[in-house]
């Protein structure tokens, strides 16, 4: 109801005050009320407009500047302890002219059109002043992406670790891999491929790989508006990062607490079952082949980051441990 009551006043305000941001905008300020981009596809624009800034003031009921208007009105000159309220969780700054954000926009456009296979692609922008006294301004973005380069082939460079056969598996069959040839060239893409292939490497046990380990190169001098991929793994000063772990000892804490340290764990007495080892000093706590029915991983089997998680959450909704 409060929330209602609030909204009233404040329409009851903007009409009594003539609601308007630009009245008490400074002599060299000037609030931009709509960021244009032209010149590239309509699924790019939603994208690449949140690249843009500074961002116009949205209107309240497709009219007035609520929130802009509040913030002046509650940091320029004397204001009402309601305004003063509304500011605190309604009110934000006008978007005002800014040329270092337009150059920095106009940057991160055009990273934007490179990253999506667009490599030459240019962008040039205009000012257009209008309102009393040009206190307003439309920016323009016009882009000119030129051609968007494909993929034409993809390989990988092998380690000659175990690891080889397994990326070779997942880049040519499994259904999760991003990348393919014939398509355009998209960095958002390659960056997705990065994390599924060290996801589906974990899930075959190599415990410490990671998608940091994985780049590309990229070869776009081939002349034909397409580039070659070449996948490649860094190759850590450790071994281990390349072999494949299976779970061994498995040890259930059933009393941990959060600030208990590891080697308290080592005096506790420790109760078997099956191939899992429970520390519980009240061992009524719960039933210990229950839990094991929700375990999804035992010894021998090789590491799986999924069954581990899986095994978290099975756990978590028996809703036994506070």
């Known amino acids: 109801l409060s929330r209602y009551l609030n909204l009233a006043l404040l329409a009851l305000l903007l009409l009594m005050n003539s609601c308007n941001v630009t009245k008490s905008l400074y002599e060299d300020e000037v609030l931009v009320t709509k960021n244009k981009i032209s010149g590239i596809d309509k699924i790019h624009k939603t994208e690449m407009k949140t690249l843009v800034r500074p961002r116009a003031n949205k209107k309240f009921l497709g009219i007035f500047r609520t929130k802009a208007w509040i913030y002046q009105r509650a940091t320029r000159g004397n204001a009402s302890a309601l305004v003063k309220r509304l500011n605190e969780n309604l009110g934000e700054p006008p978007a005002l002219l800014d040329s270092l954000q337009i150059k920095e926009s106009t940057i991160n456009l055009e990273r934007y059109l490179r990253d999506k296979g667009y490599f030459y692609g240019k962008v040039q922008h205009s000012n257009h002043f209008y309102g009393r006294n040009k206190k307003k301004v439309r920016i323009a973005y016009v882009l000119t992406p030129g051609v968007r380069y494909t993929v034409r082939d993809i390989s990988y460079e092998p380690t000659q670790s175990p690891i080889d056969e397994f990326v070779r598996f997942h880049m040519l069959e499994s259904k999760e891999f991003p990348l393919q040839k014939g398509m355009p060239y998209d960095a958002d893409e390659m960056s997705r491929s990065r994390g599924t292939l060290a996801n589906f490497l974990r899930e075959q046990g190599f415990f410490y790989f990671n998608r940091d380990l994985v780049f590309f190169e990229v070869d776009s001098a081939l002349g034909t508006g397409q580039v070659d991929l070449k996948i490649r793994i860094k190759r850590p000063k450790e071994r281990f990062y390349f072999e494949q772990f299976r779970f061994d000892s ?20 420790t109760l078997q079952q099956k191939a899992y080892y429970f520390i519980d000093r009240n061992p009524e706590t719960i039933r210990k082949d229950i839990l094991i029915q929700n375990m999804l991983f035992r010894k021998g089997l090789m590491f799986s980051e999924s069954a581990m998680r899986l095994t978290q959450s099975r756990i978590s909704d028996l809703k036994v441990f506070g």
């Open 250 to 269: 498995i040890v259930v804490n059933v009393d941990y607490q959060v600030y208990q340290a590891a080697q308290d764990t080592q005096w506790l007495d």
